[in-house]
């Protein structure tokens, strides 16, 4: 593979970050050697119901949690396309705009178990690489539809611009936005799960309760 700009791609609600999409994050940057990863919140997530927290704000927490990150960047991209957030979409956007960078969707396992119901899947993967992240409890699909998909694109390494499936077994962080949102809603603390920064916004904004 010709040495190209790769920028990895984190899509998610984000509602609200938390560790479990940080940290994860960094590894993906230092183990393939990315050049930025970009965080980009749904607008209208497709596949489940839509947030509570309006998509502005999602974005705000996101820049909070981000800002002392040099690799990290925040993409509002699906907020300017409006509508519901479909993947293919936004990578389509985002190669228009980077026709020179190789992107890599990052994604947790429990996302890629129903990755063959994702809208134009083969579209995405026309337009990306992607890294399966290992999340707890979720193993990596080897059977059925999806398994197929993944193990049909699968390689060690990254070399082509598209097309290709990685996984990688990162710190493994027992979290979900549904927990933070339930602590929050019962005043209980989220020390040490989320960065500060994020939790002084959400108790300013009083958000969650
Ligand atoms: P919710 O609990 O509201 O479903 P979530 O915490 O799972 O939210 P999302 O914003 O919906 O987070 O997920 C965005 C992406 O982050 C998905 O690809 C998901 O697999 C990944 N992700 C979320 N939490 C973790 C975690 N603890 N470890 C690894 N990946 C995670």
Redesign the pocket.
Known sequence: MQIKRLIGI??????P?????L??ALEVVHALHLDEMRFI??YQ?VH?AS?TVSAQQRCEMVQLAIQNQPHFKLDTIELDLGGASYTVNTLEALKQSEPDATLVL???????AKFNQWHDWQGILNLANIVV????G?PVPREGEVGKIFVDHWVPTLTEEFGQIVDLP?T??????????SYLKNGDPVDYLMPESVARYIYEHQLYQ
């Open positions: 984190n899509g998610g609600t984000f509602d970050i938390h560790f479990g999409h940290r994860p919140p749904a997530p489940r947030p990052m994604m947790g396992t429990d996302a890629f992240i290992h999340r707890p979720e990162v493994q962080l027992d979290l979900s936005a549904t927990a933070l949102r």
